[in-house]
T-cell receptor
Framework: EADIYQTPRYLVIGTGKKITLECSQTMGHDKMYWYQQDPGMELHLIHYSYGVNSTEKGDLSSESTVSRIRTEHFPLTLESARPSHTSQYLCASSPGGSNQPQHFGDGTRLSIL | SQQGEEDPQALSIQEGENATMNCSYK?????LQWYRQNSGRGLVHLILIRSNEREKHSGRLRVTLDTSKKSSSLLITASRAADTASYFC????????????FGKGTLLTVNP
């Protein structure tokens, strides 16, 4: 399997807390992505990055923010968590060039009480 | 808007049988990819087929692509209980090399 790691795997936290979901990859991939997935549903792209200091919003509007100051690290932050943020968050990366598959982490399942 | 849409939404078969899942999409594509997701895990890439290809094989997997019908199919032959998972198709739209748009997936259950 691919070397992309997400922590924590599960997080249950109260409303209003600041949350950072970690994602790291050891493959040297330029491109990284964050997806949101509700149970039994499709993945929605919420953020992506084509390289260091490059971040873009995805197709699904999200109150989260991301940063990319190192190639291997792409954390996602929620400044003030709300119950509507309850979901699974999946991080992925891919190498440069067209027609390349994405490699996924195992996700963080987030529950906001 | 959703690009890929899988059919059926759920499929239950016996071990040893073949499983076929279909995917339809709406706009032109650079490539189409199939992924597997085991419960509670991330997605694992299975096969990528480019827009100028019609068929690809990988072990027990066979993928076809019909760009005139904007559809693809994934065939898993001689299924095993370990194949139980959700299967997603994802498209890279024409003009975009990297952004994937996923369908809702097919939940495949292989009964031993």
């Amino acid at each position: 399997e691919a070397d992309i790691y997400q922590t924590p795997r599960y997080l249950v936290i109260g409303t209003g807390k600041k949350i950072t979901l970690e994602c790291s990859q050891t493959m040297g991939h330029d491109k990284m992505y964050w997806y949101q997935q509700d149970p039994g549903m499709e993945l929605h792209l919420i953020h992506y990055s084509y390289g260091v200091n490059s971040t873009e919003k995805g197709d699904l509007s999200s109150e989260s923010t991301v940063s990319r100051i190192r190639t291997e690290h792409f954390p996602l932050t929620l400044e003030s968590a709300r119950p509507s943020h309850t979901s699974q968050y999946l991080c992925a990366s891919s190498p440069g060039g067209s027609n390349q598959p994405q490699h996924f982490g195992d996700g963080t399942r987030l529950s906001i009480l | 808007s959703q690009q890929g849409e899988e059919d059926p939404q759920a499929l239950s078969i016996q071990e040893g049988e073949n499983a076929t899942m279909n995917c339809s999409y709406k706009t032109s594509i650079n490539n189409l990819q199939w992924y597997r997701q085991n419960s509670g895990r991330g997605l694992v890439h299975l096969i990528l087929i480019r827009s100028n290809e019609r068929e690809k094989h990988s072990g027990r997997l066979r993928v076809t692509l019909d760009t005139s019908k904007k559809s693809s199919s994934l065939l898993i032959t001689a299924s095993r209980a370990a194949d139980t998972a959700s299967y997603f198709c994802a498209t890279v739209p024409g003009g975009s090399n990297y952004k994937l748009t996923f369908g809702k997936g097919t939940l495949l259950t292989v009964n031993p």
